[in-house]
Structure formats: C-alpha cells, structure tokens
T-cell receptor
C-alpha cells in the first residue's frame, strides 16, 4: 500500500503567484515526520521543510510553508511568490518507524513527486 | 563539510557485468540510505543502515543486489550480474537528527 500519495503529476503556476502541492500520507503511528524535498533538473535532492507529527504550528521556511492537517493526514506544501527557479520536481516524504527492525529505527519513504513549472 | 559523496557520477556497463556504487556519508551521521530513482517507480528505498548495521533491506529487488557498510565513512551497493532494467539513478543519503542529506547520485546505464 502506498504510504505517501501525491496526486498531481504536474502543476503550472504563473511567476509571483502562490501554489499548493498536495500530499497525503498513511500511517497508524503517532510519532512521525513529514518532509518536502526539491529536485531541480540538475538532479540533486534539496531539503525544504519539515513537520513533526506533534508540532502544533505549521512549519514555515521562507517562502515555503507546510499546511499540516493531521486528522485528514495531509501535508501540503505552499510556495508563495513563485519564482522561475522554483521549477522542479517536488517530493513529499515521511519518516516512520521501521517495523521490519522491531520499530526501533526509522525509515524515510517518498511519494512519486509533482513536477512544478513556473511560467514567466 | 563536503556533504554526501557518491562515486562514480555516471556508469555505463554491459549486461552481466558487476557494478559497484560507492558512498561516503557526512561525518557523524548514523543513518545511511540507498535509494533508486526511475521514471516509472519514483524514489524507492532499497536498504538502510544504522550505525553501520543493515536495518531494513526489504526494498532490495533481488539477490543480485547487495550492500555493505564496513565502517561509518563508507558504503557500497553492488549489482551482480547487472541487467538493463537496473538502469536508474542511485542515491545515497545520510541522516543524523532530522532531515536526510543526499548525494549527487550515480546514473547507471546497463546496455
């Protein structure tokens, strides 16, 4: 079963506008973490933002914010004032206990990604 | 810090040959992950280590794949024998506290 679902294969946004990238997750654990990474065309994976399951406030990092709705199990990324350099693949990921090892370690699982294109 | 270092950056090999991918994690990081990225399957977790010990290798596709971490500063992912369907970008990542830091990846092409 897919743990992280990103339903938007591709998104388009006009420069300077805001855009929301969707992410839903599936877990029965109470303690977990949610991440967003950016992968530009050059291929590297860049960490953007983190939200812990117990964090009461939505995470923010500059132009990035995470709209965390725990009951709905969603962790959408909001990019404000889009820039041309934001054009990239965006991945949502979840850190959860790895029960393969008895639950004492944590693994990081990624969604399939959303390709964001910012138009001038 | 130099970040996570992977080598080689690109590898082209013939089907049936052995391929070894290398990774040097960030010093002090106790988790190391190997991922494979393809268009069809996205980013798949193959295996990960904690303090040099393999914890979860349930993502390793077949016995042709093996990974080792002989010490805290080095890990290898070996494919023997390689097949065209192994063509992908292989990422290594390391983590200490929160987020994982990724290497630049190795683009493997098996012809």
């Amino acid at each position: 079963a897919q743990k992280i679902t990103q339903t938007q294969p591709g998104m388009f946004v006009q420069e300077k506008e805001a855009v929301t990238l969707d992410c839903t997750y599936d877990t029965s654990d109470q303690s977990y973490g949610l991440f967003w990474y950016k992968q530009p065309s050059s291929g590297e994976m860049i960490f953007l933002i983190y939200q812990g399951s117990y964090d009461e406030q939505n995470a923010t990092e500059g132009r990035y914010s995470l709209n965390f709705q725990k009951a709905r199990k969603s962790a959408n990324l909001v990019i404000s004032a889009s820039q041309l350099g934001d054009s990239a693949m965006y991945f949502c990921a979840m850190r959860e206990p790895s029960y393969f090892s008895g639950g004492s370690n944590y693994k990081l699982t990624f969604g399939k990604g959303t390709l964001l294109t910012v138009n001038p | 810090d130099a970040g996570v270092i992977q080598s080689p950056r690109h590898e082209v090999t013939e089907m049936g040959q052995e391929v070894t991918l290398r990774c040097k994690p960030i010093s002090g990081h106790d988790y190391l992950f190997w991922y494979r990225q393809t268009m069809m399957r996205g980013l798949e977790l193959l295996i990960y280590f904690n303090n040099n010990v393999p914890i979860d290798d349930s993502g390793m596709p077949e016995d042709r794949f093996s990974a080792k971490m002989p010490n805290a500063s080095f890990s290898t992912l070996k494919i023997q024998p390689s097949e065209p369907r192994d063509s992908a970008v292989y990422f290594c990542a390391s983590r200490k506290d929160r987020e994982a830091f990724f290497g630049q990846g190795t683009r493997l092409t098996v012809v």
